[in-house]
């Protein structure tokens, strides 16, 4: 109909029909397609379903081990003087944290736990900083801090610790393991613990004897 209410004529609406019957016919085609592909690939779709479950599976496994190695790495960390302590041994690495170096070195009487370390949830990055040369220093300079610190670990960190390559971030998961508390938590490392009696390294061994007696201690 035209706007004064007259039919519109012929030619138009013959259009009109001719795009609507192109547009079924173009549906139909493009559906009979896509009909025509499975029929001829479906032998393939199990398979493929197949791959990506594994792929998403291995995916899967491979950040467990990610986390694994490097524990709740997304946790967040305190700041000291506006920086996290994961943030101070990266400038360590990099040469520019010559701050906390004179704080270590005893050169200022500032207390270490106002710039750097004493947050548990750091204890990865500093196990981390001790296998490499330029920032062992600084890593082992926390960790001695951490002997008196409140609060306490993250067990999965010194689980973890425990299988280091590396000797002395052996030692440390070991001698922070004495400030667990949870009887649970107690009882993980406690069997764990019993393994690393026969460690290559002798400090670690005489390290695991000394934290399982006050271990032992904590659960009478």
């Known amino acids: 109909m035209n706007q004064d209410g007259s039919e519109q004529p012929e030619p138009i609406r013959r259009k009109k029909r001719k795009k609507k019957k192109r547009s079924r016919k173009q549906a139909g085609t493009f559906e009979l397609i896509v009909a025509d592909f499975f029929a001829k690939f479906s032998f393939l779709l199990k398979p493929l379903a197949v791959a990506a479950f594994a792929a998403l599976f291995i995916f899967c496994i491979m950040l467990v081990m990610q986390v694994g190695f490097q524990p709740f790495a997304w946790r967040s960390q305190v700041q000291y003087e506006g920086r996290t302590t994961r943030k101070w041994l990266e400038l360590e690495r990099e040469g520019k944290a010559r701050k906390a170096e004179v704080l270590f070195d ?115």
Request: net charge negative; charged share 35%.
């Open 106 to 220: 005893g050169k200022r009487y500032i207390s270490p736990d106002r710039v750097i370390g004493l947050d548990w949830e750091a204890v990865p990055d500093i196990f981390d900083g001790i296998t490499d040369d330029r920032t062992r220093t600084l890593s082992l300079a926390i960790l001695k801090v951490y002997k008196s610190a409140p609060g306490a670990p993250v067990t999965s960190d010194l689980l973890n610790g425990y299988k280091s390559e590396d000797a002395r971030v052996r030692l440390w998961a070991v001698k922070l393991s004495e400030r667990i508390e949870d009887a649970s938590d107690i009882s993980r490392a406690t069997s764990r613990l019993e393994d690393l009696k026969k460690d290559p390294d002798e400090d670690v061994q005489l390290a695991v004897e000394e934290t399982l007696q006050i271990l032992a201690a904590k659960t009478q």
